[in-house]
């Protein structure tokens, strides 16, 4: 009876903590922007003479219109006078001083970003860290460009090795192409091994892909 308890206690908690975590983030993203809408939404309503309260409010409205901006701006930028606007906009905080290293460097993380590769942490390895006799999983990261590049003699891998319980922590290593070796596994399986402490089975890709064309 302890046994079956048990099994069951833990296969829940791998389905319910996952979902919960999401469900809270989600809430408090979409609470938050609520809160910061919440007086634009009442100056529409007094501006455009809407039929409705001042302090009307819907759940996830805020997100929606912080949604909705982020589109408009989107549009907007992407066209011939938009593009010279966010040119001259970018001109003036690079020369606005404390301004100026603060936006470069976001800046600069946002374009690494969307610059990456698309095949970024689709891979899952294995490494020996922090030395020869430890094993440590970890995802690829992209592909080893400029400087770091060209101090390797041969082809450099990108690896973020993830911490449990919070995966979104980790170590970053820049490693040999012949020092990291490949795991027939799905970032997903992956994950679910780690976050399970191996209780999880990581099923093979080769062998998933066979049952699923049979």
């Known amino acids: 009876m302890k046994t079956f ?15 919960g975590l999401t469900v809270f ?12 809408m919440a007086p634009w939404i009442s100056f ?49 905080l690079h020369q606005t001083p404390i301004v100026r290293s603060v936006y470069t460097t976001i800046k600069k993380v946002t ?8 095949g970024s942490f689709d891979e899952v390895v294995v490494v020996k860290y922090p030395h020869d006799g430890m094993r440590m999983f970890g995802l690829v990261a992209g592909r080893t460009r400029g400087e770091v590049r060209e101090n390797f003699d041969e082809e450099p891998v990108n690896v973020f090795i993830p911490l449990i319980p919070n995966v979104t922590l980790g ?32 099923e093979s890709k080769t062998k998933k892909n066979r049952q699923e064309n049979k």
């Not at 983030?25 to 910061?36: M, Q, S």
């Not at 374009?111 to 698309?118: G, H, I, K, L, Y």
């Open 25 to 36: 983030l989600l809430a408090f993203v979409i609470n938050h922007l609520d809160r910061i």
């Open 5 to 19: 308890f048990k099994k069951y206690l833990v296969a829940g908690l791998l389905i319910l903590i996952p979902a």
């Open 44 to 92: 529409v309503i007094r501006r455009w003479n809407l039929p409705l309260p001042e302090d009307f409010y819907l759940p996830g409205l805020g997100f929606f219109m912080v949604c909705l901006i982020i589109f408009a701006v989107g549009l907007v930028a992407t066209n011939f006078f938009g593009k010279k606007l966010v040119a001259l906009g970018d001109r003036i």
């Open 171 to 202: 170590f970053y290593l820049v490693l040999p192409r012949k020092d990291v070796e490949t795991m027939d596994i799905s970032v997903e399986e992956g994950m679910k091994y780690l976050m399970s402490f191996g209780l999880a089975t990581a």
């Open 111 to 118: 374009d690494a970003v969307s610059e990456a590769d698309t």
